[in-house]
């Protein structure tokens, strides 16, 4: 069974702190993706990784970088957190195959910052 | 930038009752995926069609895409308090299994 997990479900951070976010699959998969939720926003796309060390930006990159030293691994990082960063962030990953694309989406981690 | 946009954003039903969500996007796509989302959790990918598909069925669900009028529609049958969630389509456009969101519609399905 596909499998992606988040760090935390919930995150209680103050402004200015440096923020970790960490996201696993364990369906070697090549490509991941973080993502922020907002009410009346739908889905956004930070980050997007496809392949190790290697990254691209989404739709919202600004306040947010991404490090993916191991496959399985792709984590966001908030350099100085914002209030304007809480949120609900969402990673996701897929194979790297034609007719593969199907996201898989971990449970989310509901991050408010003070 | 949004590429697929859900109508309409909040629907209510009872139990037993059909439900249709309509997607429409913007520029040309590979295929269309509806997904589901529980409150507060994560997304579940519930179908995938092709841009040469025009429908496509799985279990209580049916989809279908005109490429023409671009645009998507899910109909859920038989609709339970259960499949209560919101709802997005996703549209996927190059190989870079990138995909765009739209904004969900919120399905309440009444016992």
């Known amino acids: 069974d596909v499998k992606v997990t988040q760090s935390s479900r919930y995150l209680v951070k103050r402004t200015g702190e440096k923020v970790f976010l960490e996201c696993v699959q364990d369906m070697d998969h090549e490509n991941m993706f973080w993502y922020r939720q907002d009410p009346g926003l739908g889905l956004r796309l930070i980050y997007f990784s496809y392949d190790v060390k290697m990254k691209e930006k989404g739709d919202i990159p600004e306040g947010y970088s991404v490090s993916r030293e191991k496959k399985e691994r792709f984590s966001l990082i908030l350099e100085s957190a914002s209030t304007n960063q809480t949120s609900m962030y969402l990673c996701a990953s897929t194979a790297a195959l034609a007719g593969k694309d199907t996201q898989y989406f971990g449970p989310g981690t509901r991050l408010t910052v003070l | 930038s949004q590429q697929g946009e859900e109508d309409p954003q909040a629907l209510s039903i009872q139990e037993g009752e059909n439900a249709t969500m309509n997607c429409s996007y913007k520029?040309?796509?590979?295929?269309l995926q509806w997904y589901r989302q529980n409150s507060g959790r994560g997304l579940v990918h519930l179908i995938l069609i092709r841009s040469n598909e025009r429908e496509k069925h799985s279990g209580r669900l049916r989809v279908t895409l005109d490429t023409s009028k671009k645009s998507s529609s899910l109909l859920i049958t038989a609709s339970r308090a259960a499949d209560t969630a919101s709802y997005f389509c996703?549209?996927?456009?190059?190989?870079?299994?990138?995909?765009?969101f739209g904004k969900g519609t919120l399905l309440t399905v009444n016992p």
């Open positions: 996703a549209t996927g456009r190059g190989s870079n299994y990138k995909l765009t």
């Open positions: 520029t040309s796509i590979n295929n």
